[in-house]
């Protein structure tokens, strides 16, 4: 998909919380189409001065059908997300340049191992739950790390495994992603394609030595956060 970088104005329809620290702002779509796992820009111009405070890029968490966009996001003191926690049903949030190329597309009997670090999982929950409404398998693993118990979308997760017994949900909760840890919960074969999503630091490290263990891996980097508050 093209990258749009046409400035466009959407609504706010509602905003609601998750778990912990972590809100789902619910907008309009406009006229934006998108592929599952993209991520776009989005501009709060009364947040600040600077592009640091009025500009943050989010991965889509809805999936295309769902028919809004949601953006869940944890409530840190920027000045961009705490703006954004003001914003009322019908106030509005700029947005431009659709990009990403974290998305599932290929159909392939490979097994698939998911890999979310905190808030790392939206793109997941896009692709997943348009999957499941294109009537495609979710042959996966799914492995959602979290610092704590308080996980976004856990029962959202859990029901999509009940309907769909190819699909393994693992949340683990207080470990550290690395790779031991990763491994011992997927099935050890030698043709597994990795996704690997949540704070930038966690992804590169993490990124590297799956790597060079010969996996085929795919990153998505969430800027913002360190391998503390994810």
Not at 113 to 140: C, D, M
Not at 171 to 176: A, M, N, Q, R
């Amino acid at each position: 998909m093209e990258e749009n970088k046409t400035i466009s104005t959407i609504k706010l329809i509602s905003s609601r919380p998750e778990a912990g620290n972590v809100m789902t702002f619910v907008f309009e779509t406009g006229e934006l189409s998108w592929v599952a796992g993209q991520y776009q820009k989005y501009i709060l111009p009364q947040a600040g001065t600077t592009k640091t405070e009025t500009e943050h890029w989010f991965t889509i968490a809805s999936a295309p059908t769902e028919g809004m966009i949601y953006l869940s996001t944890r409530i840190s003191p920027s000045a961009f997300k705490q703006t954004l926690k003001t914003l009322t049903p019908g106030e509005t949030i700029q947005r431009r340049s659709l990009k990403g190329n974290f998305t599932w597309e290929e159909e392939s009997s490979r097994p698939v191992v998911l890999i979310a670090g905190g808030i790392g999982i939206t793109p997941f929950r896009s692709i997943l739950f348009e999957r499941q409404v294109a009537n495609k398998k979710l042959n996966a693993t799914l492995l959602y790390f979290n610092r704590t118990d308080e996980i976004p979308f856990l029962e959202e997760f859990k029901t999509l495994a009940k309907k769909h017994t190819e699909f393994t949900l693992v949340p683990i909760v207080g470990e550290s992603i690395n790779v031991q840890n990763i491994l011992s919960h997927v099935p050890q074969t030698t043709d597994q394609i990795f996704y690997l999503s949540g704070p930038e630091p966690m992804v590169e490290r993490v990124g590297e030595e799956l790597k060079r263990s010969g996996i085929t891996l795919k990153q998505d980097w969430f800027s913002g956060y360190n391998e503390n508050d994810y």
